[in-house]
C-alpha cells in the first residue's frame, strides 16, 4: 500500500457520508443512522478496489468506485431504516421488539405471546401480527427471512430443542402463508442453548423463551 492509500480512503469515507446525507430522508427519528453507516462503508470498499487499479487513473478510478459503493450501502441502509420503523409501528406490541443492527431487522417475538405452554400451535391473537410481518416482507422483497425458536431451560435438552424447531417451524408456516415465498424463509430451533437472560428467575425465563426473525438484506 503506497502513500497516496490513506489519502484515497478519505476521500472515499468524504463521498459517502455526503452522498448519504443526501440521499437519507428518513433519518433523524431516533432509529440509528443505518444508511448513512452503510454508505461510508460502502464508500471506503469501493474506495479501496478504486485504488489498487493499475496506472495513473487510480484517483479517478478510487472516486468512482467511493461513489458506487455509497450508493449501494445507502439505498440498503435507507430500506433498513425505514422497514424497522414501519415494522415497530404495525406489530411493536406484546413484548416484540424490533432491533436495525445496521446489517439486518431482528424482530424479537416472547413465546409467551405466541404460545401457549407446550404447545407449538401459533395463538390466534398474534397471527395478524405474523400477516402484519408478511407484508412487510413482500414489501421488501430483496431479504431472507430466517425463524429461530428459543427456550428456557427448564425440561431436558431433547424435549427444548424439539419444541423450539416445532415453534419457529410454526411461524415459518405462518410467515409463508402470508404470501411470502418459502424459499426466502428458513427455520431452526436452537432449545435453551442461546439465553438472553439467567435461567435462575422466571423473568429470565420468559425472556428466553422466544422466536427471533432476523431480515437480512440479499443485494
Do not use: W
Not at 472516486?63 to 406489530?91: H, K, M, P, W
Not at 438472553?196 to 426473525?213: C, D, H, K, Y
Request: proline share 4%; charged share 15%.
Amino acid at each position: 500500500m503506497n502513500a497516496k492509500t490513506p489519502f484515497l480512503l478519505a476521500i472515499s469515507a468524504s463521498l459517502g457520508l455526503t452522498a448519504c446525507v443526501q440521499s437519507d430522508p428518513y433519518g433523524g427519528t431516533g432509529q440509528p443512522n443505518n444508511a448513512r453507516n452503510a454508505a461510508i462503508a460502502g464508500a471506503v470498499v469501493g474506495g479501496v478496489l478504486g485504488a489498487t487499479a493499475d496506472g495513473d487513473e487510480r484517483l479517478t478510478k478510487a472516486a468512482a468506485g467511493a461513489l458506487a459503493g455509497a450508493a449501494i450501502g445507502g439505498v440498503a441502509g435507507s430500506l433498513l431504516d425505514r422497514q424497522a420503523r414501519e415494522l415497530q409501528s404495525e406489530i411493536g406490541g406484546n413484548g416484540t421488539t424490533v432491533t436495525n443492527t445496521g446489517s439486518n431487522l431482528v424482530v424479537n417475538m416472547p413465546q409467551d405471546v405466541l404460545f401457549a405452554t407446550n404447545s407449538a400451535t401459533v395463538s390466534s391473537a398474534v397471527t395478524n401480527d405474523l400477516y402484519a410481518l408478511s407484508s412487510s416482507l413482500n414489501r421488501y422483497p430483496n431479504t431472507r427471512v430466517e425463524v429461530i425458536g428459543h427456550t428456557d431451560n427448564t425440561g431436558s435438552a431433547a424435549y427444548n430443542q424439539d419444541l423450539s424447531q416445532r415453534r419457529a417451524s410454526a411461524v415459518a408456516q405462518v410467515i409463508r402463508n402470508g404470501g411470502v415465498a418459502p424459499q426466502r424463509v428458513v427455520f431452526y430451533g436452537r432449545g435453551y442453548d442461546q439465553p438472553i437472560a439467567s435461567n435462575s428467575t422466571e423473568s429470565g425465563r420468559a425472556q428466553n423463551r422466544r422466536v427471533q426473525i432476523i431480515i437480512t438484506p440479499t443485494n
